[in-house]
Nanobody, 117 residues
Framework: QVNLVEIGGGLVQAGGSLSLSCEASSDLVRRSDMAWYRQTPGNQRELVASISREGETAYADSVKARFTISRDDAKGSIYMQMNSLKPEDTAVYYC???????????WGQGTQVTVSS
């Protein structure tokens, strides 16, 4: 059973910052392309940021220059630093792992981020 655990999130005022972490086994993270998604009620889950096994990053246009994704394979973790938060960033944020090596995709349980105006 694959276990991804998101840490962080919470309530912050607009313009503030939050950090999210996602912890899993180092073996899984090392062999996976990792990403953060978010979802609001009634909407589909959307890709926020991704980081490949080679360290290449990509961001949704809505978060470029505000969010930064990173990874530490030795610790089995990925991170997302979120700055200049806006009320429209309010969502449940999910960690995602896609591993061609293990032929699997896994999700965390989600963590709530709420940005007040």
């Amino acid at each position: 059973q694959v276990n991804l655990v998101e840490i962080g999130g919470g309530l912050v005022q607009a313009g503030g910052s939050l950090s999210l972490s996602c912890e899993a086994s180092s073996d899984l993270v090392r062999r996976s392309d990792m990403a953060w998604y978010r979802q609001t009620p009634g909407n589909q889950r959307e890709l926020v940021a991704s980081i490949s096994r080679e360290g290449e990053t990509a961001y949704a246009d809505s978060v470029k220059a505000r969010f930064t994704i990173s990874r530490d394979d030795a610790k089995g973790s990925i991170y997302m630093q979120m700055n200049s938060l806006k009320p429209e960033d309010t969502a449940v944020y999910y960690c995602n792992a896609k591993s061609p090596y293990y032929n699997l995709e896994a999700w965390g349980q989600g963590t709530q981020v709420t940005v007040s105006s």
